[in-house]
């Protein structure tokens, strides 16, 4: 499918927009990365997220799917989720220096040996994750040492931002498979040659199946799921867990999920997703359109249904 063409206002809007970003990951860039990455964090947190709405939204969210959170935790979140957000974009733009850190972690969770004895034996493996703690930390710390991840990287909407974005993640790891037909197909093939690669499936897809996240229906994508029950690869759940210090991670390995189908498949993983992200709840990016709706008019739909 070709690219959406912008209009020439579209387009300077954009690059408004990437403008200060670029400009304060370059600033920061000068600073010790101790510094550097609870600085973005907070910049994001404190001064991006109110103006972008980014606050509202997550007040919405857990509105729709966690109505009875205690205002006072609704307002941690509205700091915390933005602030880990910021961190992680830090973290990215830190590639050399975050992936010496990573390269000294351990892998943890029931399902790091079955992942190991599958990568020595050849075996196609999809480690399928979320947008939470550091979404890139696992495919940072795999690449150094089993080689060859793969990822398939969603191209950003803003033009301008995508350009220094896209060099960053290719830098923390390859290769990298752009969505898309020909991007798939390319990582598919490299799935077949008995390699890993790395997918995030907990975004709202517009064709995807409506299974269930937080009790709620959530358009999910399947493909994880088929790809593994297709070419016999293990689907194991992955997190990296941010720490206290707010510079550290858990590496967690979860065991792999069961071949059966692919929507129970994609629904364990939802379910996997959903139970870390009440265990940490500030590490999901509650930011994201997850269910397409907003809590009022949820809550006239499920009238509806009711007296249906």
Known sequence: MAAK???PLQKAGQFMVNLPLEGLIGLTKLLPYETRVPLVGWCVSRIVAPLA???RR???NLALVW????EAEVKRLQREVPDNAGRTLAELYSTDEFKARLAKLPLEGDGVEQMLEA???GRPIIM???HFGNYDAMRGLLIQRYDRVGALYRPQNNIYFNRHYAAMMNAMAQPLFPRGRRGLAEMVKFLRG???VGLLIDQYVSNGTDLTFFGHKARTTLSAAEMALKYDALMIPFHAVRQPDGLSFQMIVETPIPHSDAVTMSQEFNDRMEAMVRKYPGQWLWIHRRWKVKPEKRAK???ATEKA
């Open 194 to 196: 008995g390699n890993m």
């Open 58 to 60: 997550i007040r919405e």
């Open 67 to 70: 109505p009875d959170l205690p």
């Open 53 to 55: 709405g980014y606050d």
């Open 128 to 130: 399928v994750g979320g």
């Open 5 to 7: 063409q912008l209009t």
């Open 301 to 303: 739909t499920d009238k």
């Open 119 to 121: 990568q020595k034996a």
